[in-house]
């Protein structure tokens, strides 16, 4: 046994475990065992001594997901329902919490920062006490539903917002949501609204009748919204389009652009991969502004070893706004590290493997790892 055992918690067989797997034979590690997120819910399991954990998502896992949202949805569970965010993220942050006061066990990730990333309106207050770009808030509480929702958004002057439940991730549960003239609104959203619940679906939708968009909101209040303005985003091709920034050791070392015709650029909503090399001509000399705003929102969780930073570009692609602080952002498969960064040609995994957070078996993090990384801790 190495003096440190590397250790995924994650969904055995999914393809993050496989990805980073293959990227730790790639780099001449040893393979590292995966500890099931549900037998971590559960409170039974083993680790070996000297156990380092990375964490990695629990959303793929089905077992995981029903242990978690199952008893506060009953008989009505399904893993397409939105529902259940609150009692999702109290299982996830309190299973970190007690996997981290084991003794012996180091987390590559900070359970406190996590907890943050994944409630919407404590990350937000983080970035925008820190002075990171982000989009305003509407002020008070979460809404209570659609009624006191409008009522404030009109004293607040804002007639395009973007809805988000609290503890939401992958886009579940986002509305975006329209004020017209003469009462009209329109909410759209890939919230299927049905007889049993709320559901999530492929298909991009618009709700235009003003029933049916409050009993949307009514319905996703319970969850906790998190209600921000509606900011234009720049756009490629005539689609809409934001970044997704990938931040290890406080470096921006991985970008994609996502494009789509909706609000929504979420890939697997029909959103499309966009071309970077257009990005970086249509920012000319801002381009590097855009990965320094990625950076600084990295910068406000420096304990963990890498965050995806969603990026909403604007002003023609001169600045930036931080829609969201991604915990688990580094799935993209074969996307090349930037030329410009300190992983250059390496996917997300192998550059995180190659990261001073990862070098386990050194007295001092730094040590065998590449110099691009040695002035570059997230700490710094």
């Not at 971590?40 to 896992?61: C, F, K, N, T």
């Not at 009748?209 to 985003?233: I, T």
């Not at 970077?276 to 406000?300: F, K, N, Q, S, Y």
Request: glycine letters at 12%; aromatic letters at 4%; one cysteine or more.
């Amino acid at each position: 046994m190495t003096p440190h055992q590397l250790v995924v918690l994650g969904c055995p067989g999914h393809r993050r475990a496989a990805l980073f797997a293959a990227a730790a034979r790639a780099a001449g590690r040893p393979e590292p065992a995966v500890l099931p997120w549900a037998a971590v819910l559960r409170g039974r399991y083993e680790l070996p001594p000297g156990a380092v954990v990375r964490v990695d998502s629990p959303g793929e896992d089905p077992e995981a997901d029903r242990l978690l949202r199952g008893p506060v949805l009953g008989a009505g569970y399904a893993p397409t329902r939105v529902e259940g965010g609150p009692a999702w993220y109290a299982g996830v942050t309190a299973a970190l919490r007690a996997l981290a006061a084991r003794p012996g066990v180091r987390l590559l990730g900070d359970p406190d920062e996590i907890a943050a990333m994944f409630d919407k309106r404590a990350a937000h207050a983080r970035l925008a006490a820190a002075g990171v770009p982000v989009p305003p808030a509407l002020p008070g509480g979460p809404p209570s539903g659609f009624a006191e929702l409008a009522e404030r958004l009109a004293r607040a002057g804002l007639r395009r917002v973007f809805l988000k439940p609290v503890h939401g991730s992958s886009a579940s549960g986002v509305v975006a949501l329209e004020f017209g003239p003469g009462g009209r609104v329109q909410a759209t959203t890939s919230v299927e609204l049905a007889p049993d619940g709320l559901h999530n679906s492929l298909a991009v939708r618009r709700y235009r009748s003003a029933a049916e968009v409050a009993e949307l909101v009514d319905r996703l209040a319970p969850e906790g919204l998190h209600v921000e303005r509606w900011v234009p985003k720049s756009d490629q091709g005539g689609r809409a389009a934001d970044l997704r920034v990938v931040v290890v050791g406080g470096r921006a070392t991985h970008l994609v652009v996502r494009t789509s015709r909706h609000p929504m650029t979420n890939l697997h909503l029909g959103g499309a991969r966009g071309r970077t090399d257009l990005v970086r001509e249509a920012a000319g000399p801002h381009w590097p502004e855009l990965l320094a705003t990625a950076e600084a929102a990295a910068r406000c969780f420096p304990r963990s070893p890498m965050v995806g930073v969603d990026l909403l570009p604007h002003a023609r692609w001169r600045r930036a706004l931080v829609g969201e602080v991604n915990a688990f952002g580094d799935l993209l498969p074969g996307l090349p590290g930037l030329p410009e960064g300190p992983a250059p040609g390496l996917d997300t995994y192998a550059a995180q493997l190659a990261s001073p957070a990862y070098a386990l078996d050194s007295d001092t993090p730094d040590a065998g790892v590449p110099g691009a990384w040695r002035t570059a801790r997230c700490d710094a």
